[in-house]
C-alpha cells in the first residue's frame, strides 16, 4: 500500500505527470491525491481512468501519503515540502528550492540513484531541465572516459517556463501569422504590441521568430541563474566538486524540449567511435548521429519521448580529448516529470 501525491498536479509539469502515469503498464500506488492551489480545487482530473478531484494544498492532505511529488514554484515548495516530510511522506521536489542544500540528494536516477536513500530531511530534489536534459549521457561518458570539463550552449523551449510560457508563444505566433515581420528592428513587437502582448511576458523579449539569450533571473558578472544551475547542479550530480562547466542559455521559439550544443572535454582518450558505443548502450538515450543519411536529434522528433537523443558526436578539431555533441530532451519528460517520477519509483522499490 503506496500513497502517493502529486502537489501542483495542474500545471505543465504536473499534467505531464499524469501522462507518465497513464502510460505506465503497472504502477506501485495504491492511492493518487492531486494537489494544487485553491485556484484549481474541485477541479475533476482522469488517471488511469479513474476521476479524481484536485484538492487544495493543507497539512493534512499529507496524512498517510508515502511520497509527495511537488512540481510547483521554488517558495511553496520552499514552504511544503518540510510540512509533507515532518507528516511522514518523503518529498521528491521539482523545483529549485532544495536542489543545491547539502542535506537533500539531487538525483538521475542512470547516475546516481543510490543517493535517494541518504536524505536526512526527508527531501530528495530533481534537477533542473536543462542540466537534466545531459546527465543521462555525460554521466555514461564520466563512467567511461572521466570527464573534466563541459562548454554548454542551450536551446531552450518555451515550455522550461511553464504553461504560461507554452501561452505566450502561440499567442506571439498567432499576433504574428502571415504578417511580414522580422525583417526590420522592432516591427515584431510593434506587431505584438498592437495584438495586447506588448507587456507581461514571461521572457524578456519577443520569443516567436527570435532567439534570446537569457533564461532565469540576473546573477554576478553577467550570469543568468540557469547558466550557474547548469554548473553548480552538473557537479552535485555526477559527484565531480571541481568540473570546469561554463554554459550560456538560449531561448527558442520551440514548445518543447530542450537542445544542448555540448563540448565535453575527459582525461582518457576518447574517440567518437568510442562514444557513441558507451551511449549506444544505455537503455535512455537513442543515438542518433548519421550526417550524411540526414540523421541527427531535433526537438520536433524527440517531443513527447522518455530517452535523451544524442548525435552530431565528433572529435574537437583543436581540443584534444574533447567531443562535440547534441542532445535534445523533452523538457517536461526527462527534464521534469519522468525524472521525478523514476525516482519516486526508485523510493518505491525500498
Ligand atoms: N517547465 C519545465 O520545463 C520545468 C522543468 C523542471 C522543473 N520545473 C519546475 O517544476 C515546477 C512546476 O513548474 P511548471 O512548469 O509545471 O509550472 P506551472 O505550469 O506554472 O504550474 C504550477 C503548478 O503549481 C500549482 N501552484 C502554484 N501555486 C500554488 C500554491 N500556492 N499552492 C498549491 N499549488 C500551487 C499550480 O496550481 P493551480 O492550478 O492551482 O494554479 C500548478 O498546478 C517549478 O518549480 C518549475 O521550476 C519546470
Same mark, same amino acid.
Given at each position: 500500500m503506496t500513497v502517493l501525491a502529486i502537489v501542483g498536479a495542474t500545471g505543465a509539469v504536473g499534467s505531464t505527470m499524469i501522462d507518465i502515469i497513464d502510460s505506465r503498464e503497472t504502477v506501485p500506488w495504491s492511492e493518487i491525491r492531486l494537489v494544487a492551489s485553491a485556484r484549481s480545487a474541485g477541479k475533476k482530473l482522469t488517471v488511469r481512468g479513474e476521476e479524481l478531484t484536485v484538492i487544495e494544498l493543507a497539512p493534512e492532505v499529507f496524512d498517510g501519503v508515502d511520497i509527495a511529488l511537488f512540481d510547483v514554484p521554488d517558495e511553496v515548495s520552499a514552504e511544503w515540502a518540510p510540512i509533507a516530510a515532518s507528516r511522514g511522506a518523503v518529498a521528491v521536489d521539482n523545483s529549485g528550492a532544495f536542489r543545491m542544500d547539502p542535506d537533500v540528494p539531487l538525483v538521475v536516477p542512470e547516475v546516481n540513484a543510490a543517493e535517494a536513500a541518504n536524505r536526512p530531511k526527508g527531501i530528495i530534489a530533481n534537477p533542473n531541465c536543462t542540466t537534466l536534459s545531459m546527465m543521462a549521457a555525460m554521466g555514461a561518458l564520466h563512467r567511461a572516459f572521466e570527464l573534466q570539463a563541459l562548454v554548454v550552449a542551450s536551446y531552450q523551449a518555451a515550455s522550461g517556463a511553464g504553461q504560461v510560457g507554452i501561452d505566450r508563444l502561440?499567442?506571439?505566433?498567432?499576433?504574428?501569422?502571415?504578417?511580414? #515581420?522580422?525583417?526590420?528592428? &522592432?516591427?515584431?513587437?510593434? #506587431?505584438?504590441?498592437?495584438? &495586447?502582448?506588448?507587456?507581461?511576458? @514571461?521572457?524578456?523579449?519577443p520569443l516567436a521568430m527570435n532567439v534570446v539569450p537569457w533564461a532565469g533571473s540576473v546573477k554576478d558578472d553577467g550570469w543568468s541563474s540557469e547558466e550557474?544551475? #547548469? +554548473?553548480?547542479?552538473?557537479?552535485?550530480?555526477?559527484?565531480?566538486? !571541481?568540473?570546469?562547466?561554463?554554459?550560456?542559455?538560449? +531561448?527558442?521559439?520551440?514548445? $518543447? $524540449?530542450?537542445a544542448l550544443a555540448v563540448h565535453a572535454t575527459f582525461a582518457s582518450e576518447v574517440s567518437p567511435d568510442k562514444a557513441r558505443a558507451v551511449l549506444a548502450s544505455q537503455p535512455t538515450i537513442v543515438?542518433?548521429? !548519421?550526417?550524411?543519411? &540526414?540523421?541527427? @536529434?531535433? @526537438?520536433?522528433?524527440?517531443?513527447?519521448?522518455?530517452p535523451t537523443w544524442v548525435g552530431r558526436v565528433r572529435q574537437a578539431l583543436d581540443f584534444p580529448n574533447t567531443l562535440e555533441l547534441f542532445l535534445c530532451g523533452d523538457n517536461l519528460r526527462k527534464g521534469a516529470a519522468l525524472n $521525478?517520477?523514476?525516482?519516486?519509483?526508485?523510493?518505491?522499490? &525500498?
Open positions: 502561440y499567442a506571439e505566433q498567432a499576433a504574428l501569422a502571415g504578417k511580414e #515581420v522580422g525583417v526590420r528592428a &522592432g516591427d515584431v513587437a510593434e #506587431v505584438l504590441e498592437a495584438a &495586447g502582448l506588448g507587456g507581461d511576458s @514571461p521572457f524578456p523579449a550557474l544551475k #547548469v +554548473r553548480n547542479e552538473s557537479r552535485k550530480i555526477l559527484g565531480i566538486p !571541481d568540473l570546469k562547466v561554463s554554459a550560456t542559455c538560449v +531561448r527558442v521559439p520551440v514548445v $518543447t $524540449t530542450h543515438l542518433r548521429d !548519421d550526417p550524411a543519411a &540526414g540523421q541527427w @536529434p531535433t @526537438p520536433l522528433e524527440t517531443v513527447g519521448g522518455d $521525478t517520477y523514476e525516482i519516486a519509483e526508485t523510493v518505491a522499490a &525500498g
